[in-house]
């Protein structure tokens, strides 16, 4: 799971954030993540009381596929704590 707050943070970080006229960049990742969700890449968690995302975690089959995709190029490894 991860908060509403620090992926809005991460995604501004890694660039994936192209402004809009007229928008901060944080309303465009709010744009960004509802169309996740539509897609069912996202699932919420959690909504606070006004029904805003607060928090929401990726779909079980596209993180099989992302963890999958990064062991393979080796850009990052996922400890179950096993190994």
Do not use: W
Request: charged share 30%.
């Amino acid at each position: 799971m991860i908060k509403r707050k620090r992926l809005i943070r991460l995604l501004m970080a890694e660039g994936f954030v192209e402004p809009l006229k007229g928008s901060i960049p944080e309303v465009v990742v709010e744009i960004y993540l509802t169309e996740l969700i539509c897609r069912g890449l996202l699932q919420v968690v959690r909504r606070n009381g006004s029904g805003r995302l607060k928090e929401c975690k990726m779909h079980d089959i596209l993180q099989e596929f992302a963890v999958s995709i990064s062991k393979s190029i080796k850009f990052a490894a996922k400890s179950d704590g096993t190994e």
